[in-house]
Nanobody
Framework: VQLQASGGGLVQAGGSLRLSCVVS????????IGWYRQAPGKQRELVST???????NYADTVKGRFAISRDNAKNMVYLQMNSLKPEDTAVYYC???????????????WGQGTQVTVSS
């Protein structure tokens, strides 16, 4: 299973970015999928997740600014980030709970991370 994230970059405060992540490999199902981030000197934290049924969850710090979506047919997840703040600067990691065999309990898979830098 491979997760490939893209879409990071440098943006001014108040700007927008859209992150994408594709899950590939011999996959039976992708359950919850989402984004975490890690700023320098800090622990990795949840940003947002979405289940295969479309239920979403957001960190309080991004509610109302970020929107997560997924394309189940393509095994892709997107994170639209608006009204970006300098404190959103971090490496953003894609995470997916994937089953590779029928009846298997899904397990965590991580992408390589994409850097988001928001300048003030």
């Amino acid at each position: 299973v491979q997760l490939q994230a893209s879409g990071g970059g440098l943006v001014q405060a108040g700007g927008s970015l859209r992150l994408s992540c594709v899950v590939s490999g011999n996959i039976v199902s992708v359950e919850a999928i989402g984004w975490y981030r890690q700023a320098p000197g800090k622990q990795r934290e949840l940003v947002s997740t979405i289940t295969d049924g479309g239920m979403t969850n957001y960190a309080d710090t991004v509610k109302g600014r970020f929107a997560i979506s997924r394309d189940n047919a393509k095994n892709m997840v997107y994170l639209q980030m608006n009204s970006l703040k300098p404190e959103d600067t971090a490496v953003y990691y894609c995470n997916a709970k994937v089953a590779i065999l029928p009846g298997m309990t899904p397990y965590d898979n991580w992408g390589q991370g994409t850097q988001v830098t928001v300048s003030s």
